[in-house]
Structures are given as structure tokens and as C-alpha cells.
């Protein structure tokens, strides 16, 4: 088994993803890690639809909008109908009180009404804040105004308990299209006593009996009461009340799993306005390629952000660590707490999650080779772990592998370009290249070196990049060498 990593970094987000998914739809994060680790599932392909629940979320939510538009046109189309179509034949069926009564007054009086108005402004709310623009300027607005998804289910319960759709309870003693069914008649009239006049012969049309519906057994039905309506019992909290009892029992065992604080062992200021968190935490397990989810109450009550585990604990080292950009307001707050913090109070992080995740049955596989592709757009960003990669580079050298791990650093802007820094990163200086990566001559010289092999691929990067890797990956080669495509995740 071979592994090429690809790290991607970017300078407005390498290590924080602000592509935080739609709450209109729920996410329960818990219950699809735990089907993604469970060994129930053993398909991979499997694994990997699980992987894609956030663009299933967004585009259930885009499916919603989209419908919604819809609903609402129709529904204006009624109120108009309502109006001018008011009848004194069934009153029970009239939404509008008389003839040609304002439509807005429907609109803004009624509880259908007023609630499906508070539900579109709403949604128009969620939708637009869940943009990228303001996700990036602002993520405070979208995040609180995407947590309006459970005023947004109250108003759908409610709005559905207006009774503006009826039906008819009474269909046996006033069947539809009865005969006079306002006068006092006997319950069953023979047809022959109602045809005995014979038809005139001039008569140009034959003769149209009646419809099939009216008569049954050679008999006329004929109405005994005024027909009765009653509204649909509502069924909408049928459809709702299971997601949201699955949520809301997974947000409380998120809040009891996350009650022991961390302890933060050290932070490390690095180049490019990046900081690295050290910390320790009481039988905490995780592995390599997982990612944590850090909730501080003193930066923000309802905000979360998932970060990569960039060190994990070991048998002998219970520190773990991640690396996160400061590129939004949760992130500046975040940091200025850990700076001004740091001395007098260690514990400042009281909520932690992590997610447990299968190994995949990579038990059968035995990793040969390393391949560590990076692409930074700024110098500085390769000094994150400049010391890590070249301390493991002395490491395989003293251990006389050489060359189980191929490091390639990429610089795609050039502006200023100049060394990582002084001569202790000499090993990383030499593997320094200008440019991007061109992708298919490195996949084909990976392919020529690794015949017949089977090649992981893990993408961490920009979804432009990831198209590009997956449909490399995919597509097939002349040295028999399969790839395999992961793309980092966080749903």
C-alpha cells in the first residue's frame, strides 16, 4: 500500500474549513460517524456517501428553496381565489369571509397565513446568510441565523393547524352531486316513477341518463343532509418530530461527552497569522486523519469548528495538537483568549469533541512509500511544519530508509520568493519547486515506479484540486497501478 498525501493550503483557509453546512435539515454528525465507523457497514463506497451528507444537506436545503418558490406562488394564487370566488352555496369551504375581501387581509390575519409569511422571511434569512460571501465576511450571521431552523419547525407546526384544507365527512347521507338535496323527499324514488313521461319524438339528441354516480340499484340517491366539512387532522409533526427528537438527543450527549475540559499544554505562534494548540485530555484516543471539534463558551455559545488532528496521542504521549488559520471572528476572539490567557488560567477550553472513525481494513495493506505533496501559495506557510518534516526526513535516514517518504513543496506565487529559512531546513530548501503541480505527470511517474501497486490518495485541499486528483485517480494507466481517492471531510 502506498501513500500520496496532497496538502493543499490556502491563505484565506488551510487549516479552518468555513464551509459549514445547512441546519435547515438537521446534521447529526455522531450518528453518521458512527455508521461511517460501524463495521455493519463494510462497503467503502458506502463510507464515502456518508462522507458526502453535507453537500446531501445542502442540496436537500437548495431542493427545499427551490419548492418553497413554488408553494408560495400557488398559495398566492389561492388567496386571490378565495376572494373572488367566495360562495354562499358551502360556507364551511370559504376561506374568505365574503365576496372580494382583501387578499392581503388572508394574508396577514390567518394563522396559515401569518405563519407561512414568518416562515418565508425565515427561510429567505437562512438562505441568504448561507451564502459564501457572507459565510467569509461575517460567519457570526450565518451561523445565528442559521440556528432559526427551529423557529422555522414551530412555525410548520403551526402553520398546517389552520384548517384552511377540508374535506367532506358526510359522503353517505350527501353523496356527491346528490339529487335536490335541500328539499324533504323520500330517501329512494324508483327510476321508472322519475321517467314514466315519455320523451317527444322531435327530441334532436338521444336521451342522457343519469350520470352513473346517482343511481345505484335502479334507483336515484337522493340527499338527507346538508353535506358537513372538517379540516385534515395535521400530519406535518409526523414527518419532523423524529428528526428533530434525533437532534436534539445528540446535541445533549455531545454536551455530556464535552463536559470535561481540556487542559491546553502550550501554543506555538506560527508565520502566516497561524497558531498551534497543544493539549491533553483524559482517555483521549484518536489516530492519525481524524479531526476534532472545539467549542469554547467564552469565545462563542453556539459556534463549533472542526479542525485536523495534526499531532495524536501516543502510548507514551498523551499530548494531541491541531493547527488553525486566524481568518474569521471566532478565530481572532479564539486567539486573543489563548494569548492573554495563557499564563494564568490553562484550562480556558471546557468543551471537546472528537470522532471516532474505522480503520478501514487497512490491516491488509503494508505502507511502502510515502508521497507528501504540498502546495502553499505563501513562503511562510511551509514553516508550520517545517521542523516536523525535517526531523522525520533525519529520522528515515538514521534508520537507513531513505526513501520511504518523497516530500515535494510547490510555490504557486513567486512574489518575493525566497528560502524557507536558514540552513537547518536545507533538506526542505532542496525539494522546494516554482510553480503548481502538473498532476498527471506526477500520477503517471507514481504509476511507473509503483506497478501493479495499489496507490492511496488523500486530498486536504480546494474542491477545484479534488476534481482534478479524482478524475486522475479514476481513470486507468498501462502499468496496472490503482489509485484510490480520499478527500478529507468534515462532515
Given at each position: 500500500m502506498l501513500g500520496l498525501g496532497l496538502c493543499i493550503s490556502r491563505a484565506s483557509a488551510s487549516v479552518l474549513n468555513l464551509n459549514c453546512s445547512?441546519?435547515?435539515?438537521?446534521?447529526?454528525?455522531?450518528?453518521?460517524?458512527?455508521?461511517?465507523?460501524?463495521?455493519?457497514?463494510?462497503?467503502?463506497?458506502?463510507?464515502?456517501?456518508?462522507?458526502?451528507?453535507?453537500?446531501?444537506?445542502?442540496?436537500?436545503?437548495?431542493?427545499?428553496?427551490?419548492?418553497?418558490?413554488?408553494?408560495?406562488?400557488?398559495?398566492?394564487?389561492?388567496?386571490?381565489?378565495?376572494?373572488?370566488?367566495?360562495?354562499?352555496?358551502?360556507?364551511?369551504?370559504?376561506?374568505?369571509?365574503?365576496?372580494?375581501?382583501?387578499?392581503r387581509k388572508l394574508l396577514f390575519t390567518t394563522v396559515p397565513g401569518l405563519t407561512g409569511v414568518l416562515m418565508v422571511l425565515v427561510l429567505f434569512?437562512?438562505?441568504?446568510?448561507?451564502?459564501?460571501?457572507?459565510?467569509?465576511?461575517?460567519?457570526?450571521?450565518?451561523?445565528?441565523?442559521?440556528?432559526?431552523?427551529?423557529?422555522?419547525?414551530?412555525?410548520?407546526?403551526?402553520?398546517?393547524?389552520?384548517?384552511?384544507?377540508?374535506?367532506?365527512?358526510?359522503?353517505?347521507?350527501?353523496?356527491p352531486g346528490c339529487f335536490h338535496p335541500n328539499t324533504t323527499l323520500q330517501e329512494d324514488i324508483p327510476v321508472a316513477g322519475i321517467l314514466e313521461e315519455p320523451f317527444p319524438e322531435y327530441t334532436p339528441e338521444p336521451f342522457q341518463a343519469e350520470p352513473e354516480p346517482f343511481v345505484q340499484n335502479n334507483v336515484v340517491r337522493i340527499c338527507t343532509e346538508e353535506p358537513k366539512f372538517q379540516s385534515h387532522f395535521p400530519e406535518t409533526w409526523?414527518?419532523?418530530?423524529?428528526?428533530?427528537?434525533?437532534?436534539?438527543?445528540?446535541?445533549?450527549?455531545?454536551?455530556?461527552?464535552?463536559?470535561?475540559?481540556?487542559?491546553?499544554?502550550?501554543?506555538?505562534?506560527?508565520?502566516?497569522?497561524?497558531?498551534?494548540?497543544?493539549?491533553?485530555?483524559?482517555?483521549?484516543?484518536?489516530?492519525?486523519?481524524?479531526?476534532?471539534?472545539?467549542?469554547?463558551?467564552?469565545v462563542s455559545a453556539l459556534e463549533s469548528h472542526p479542525f485536523t488532528l495534526t499531532m495524536c496521542p501516543t502510548d507514551t504521549k498523551a499530548t494531541f495538537g491541531v493547527h488553525l488559520k486566524i481568518v474569521g471572528d471566532w478565530t481572532e476572539r479564539f486567539r486573543d483568549l489563548l494569548l492573554l490567557h495563557s499564563n494564568q488560567d490553562t484550562e480556558i477550553l471546557?468543551?471537546?469533541?472528537?470522532?471516532?472513525?474505522?480503520?478501514?481494513?487497512?490491516?491488509?495493506?503494508?505502507?511502502?512509500?510515502?508521497?507528501?505533496?504540498?502546495?502553499?501559495?505563501?513562503?511562510?506557510?511551509?514553516?508550520?511544519?517545517?521542523?516536523?518534516?525535517?526531523?522525520?526526513?533525519?529520522?528515515?535516514w538514521q534508520e537507513n530508509r531513505p526513501d520511504y517518504i518523497n516530500i515535494q513543496l510547490y510555490l504557486s506565487q513567486t512574489d518575493g520568493i525566497q528560502k524557507i529559512i536558514d540552513e537547518k531546513y536545507q533538506v526542505l530548501n532542496s525539494r522546494l519547486l516554482i510553480g503548481r503541480p502538473r498532476w498527471k505527470l506526477l500520477f503517471d511517474e507514481i504509476a511507473k515506479c509503483n506497478r501493479q501497486k495499489t496507490v492511496g490518495v488523500f486530498c486536504c485541499g480546494p474542491n477545484e484540486i479534488s476534481k482534478v486528483l479524482h478524475k486522475l485517480s479514476n481513470s486507468s494507466n498501462s502499468y496496472g497501478t490503482r489509485f484510490e481517492y480520499n478527500k478529507e471531510s468534515f462532515s
Open positions: 445547512l441546519v435547515l435539515l438537521p446534521m447529526c454528525r455522531i450518528l453518521l460517524a458512527f455508521l461511517r465507523g460501524s463495521q455493519k457497514v463494510a462497503s467503502k463506497k458506502t463510507r464515502r456517501l456518508l462522507d458526502k451528507s453535507k453537500t446531501f444537506h445542502v442540496t436537500c436545503g437548495v431542493t427545499i428553496c427551490a419548492f418553497s418558490v413554488l408553494h408560495v406562488a400557488a398559495h398566492l394564487v389561492n388567496v386571490l381565489n378565495f376572494s373572488v370566488n367566495y360562495t354562499e352555496e358551502f360556507l364551511a369551504l370559504n376561506a374568505a369571509n365574503y365576496h372580494g375581501e382583501d387578499p434569512l437562512m438562505c441568504t446568510a448561507s451564502t459564501y460571501a457572507i459565510r467569509l465576511s461575517n460567519y457570526d450571521i450565518f451561523w445565528y441565523t442559521h440556528n432559526l431552523f427551529f423557529v422555522f419547525y414551530v412555525l410548520l407546526l403551526v402553520h398546517v393547524s389552520g384548517g384552511v384544507l377540508k374535506y367532506q365527512i358526510n359522503l353517505e347521507e350527501h353523496p409526523l414527518w419532523i418530530s423524529g428528526p428533530l427528537c434525533l437532534y436534539c438527543a445528540e446535541r445533549l450527549y455531545r454536551y455530556i461527552r464535552s463536559y470535561k475540559p481540556v487542559t491546553i499544554t502550550s501554543v506555538i505562534s506560527h508565520p502566516s497569522n497561524v497558531l498551534e494548540l497543544r493539549m491533553r485530555k483524559e482517555n483521549f484516543k484518536a489516530k492519525p486523519g481524524q479531526y476534532i471539534i472545539l467549542h469554547c463558551p467564552r471546557p468543551n471537546f469533541q472528537q470522532r471516532n472513525y474505522p480503520n478501514d481494513d487497512w490491516q491488509c495493506y503494508k505502507l511502502r512509500r510515502l508521497y507528501f505533496i504540498w502546495v502553499c501559495r505563501e513562503i511562510q506557510s511551509f514553516r508550520w511544519f517545517a521542523d516536523l518534516l525535517c526531523m522525520l526526513h533525519n529520522k528515515l
